[in-house]
């Protein structure tokens, strides 16, 4: 049998499920390796391949959450910040919330790999997850899902009533989930669009007209993070007097949303990567923006690491 055509669809799975796009990928390597060991035990008459895998990896998802930390947000353990001079302090014991780099995989629920809404997700107990994602995003039936966590249909839909309560009442993003735009909407590009020149020209006062009034910042694995257009500002003052004031940026995507790389100008002449920024927008202003500085999203994303000067644009 050939497991390959369900590797992105699995990765997206154990994603939502983990916060972790690299544990995600590991987790599916393992699944993919135990379905071929036991493939002699596959029964047709009893579940489909697809039901199968998804069965398999459920299993190796709950137990690498057996014992962990949830992966949260910034925004979601504190108050925002007061201070924009604060100190940069990482916060490395805390298992942050990565990013999701959908464009790697034909994957037809963007949405519900929004990081809003996967942080809201790793607020349920590990079981009520699973169930909440195989019934409400990947489609399977009571029964099914049943099948696949050995147990009841009525403890199945017992668990998803509890799951979609919590997730009601705990909710991060303040918009709505379904109010906010895909990264493909022409009024959401051309958003971030104008929000990247402004970004590569250090134009704060440009940047602050895009974001809504409570516009959010935050910076994991940095567990500050800051609320309000104000203070957004006086943050990215700080940014550009400290890193310069001629930046790159290229746009992309990340969890179903809108994105970008930025590139810090070197003394070199080059711009090496600084940032994946992922962004929710809504009504046409960016209500939330999730700073990811960690070097290894450069190979998540296929991005390059540095790029020359005389790669980029004429300045507009």
């Not at 002699?40 to 690498?64: E, F, G, K, Q």
């Not at 979609?164 to 991060?172: I, N, P, V």
């Not at 990264?183 to 134009?203: L, T």
Request: aromatic share 10%; with cysteine.
């Amino acid at each position: 049998m050939d497991y390959e055509p369900y590797r992105g669809e699995l990765t997206a799975y154990c994603y939502r499920m983990l916060g972790s796009y690299q544990d995600a990928e590991d987790l599916v390597q393992e699944s993919l390796l135990r379905a071929w060991k036991a493939r002699d035990r596959y029964d047709p008459a009893r579940a489909s391949v697809r039901t199968w895998l998804y069965r398999i990896a459920t299993n190796v998802c709950l137990t690498a959450l057996e014992g962990r930390a949830r992966r949260p947000l910034p925004s979601g353990i504190g108050a925002p910040g007061q201070d924009t001079s604060a100190p940069l302090t990482p916060a490395l014991d805390v298992p942050w919330l990565e990013p999701f780099p959908d464009a790697r995989f034909d994957l037809e629920a963007r949405a519900d790999l929004r990081l809003a809404w996967v942080a809201a997700v790793q607020l349920l107990p590990a079981r009520q997850r699973a169930v909440l994602v195989l019934r409400e995003v990947l489609g399977f039936t009571a029964a099914e899902v049943a099948d696949q966590l050995e147990t009841t249909v009525a403890a199945v839909n017992s668990a998803l009533q509890r799951a979609r309560a919590a997730l009601d009442g705990e909710r991060s993003d303040r918009t709505g989930l379904a109010d906010l735009a895909e990264p493909d909407d022409p009024e959401a590009r051309a958003v971030v669009q104008r929000y990247a020149r402004a970004f590569e020209a250090a134009d704060v006062p440009a940047l602050v007209r895009l974001l809504a009034d409570d516009a959010i910042m935050e910076m994991p694995p940095i567990p500050l993070w800051y609320l309000g257009r104000a203070d957004y500002g006086r943050f990215m003052d700080r940014v550009f007097e400290m890193r310069g004031r001629v930046w790159a940026a290229r746009e992309l995507t990340a969890n179903g949303q809108p994105a970008l790389a930025a590139y810090a100008p070197e003394a070199d002449g080059v711009f090496r990567f600084h940032s994946l920024q992922v962004f929710s927008v809504h009504g046409g202003r960016i209500t939330q923006n999730v700073v990811y500085t960690d070097p290894r999203f450069i190979d998540f994303f296929g991005l390059p690491p540095q790029i020359p000067s005389e790669e980029l644009p004429p300045r507009r």
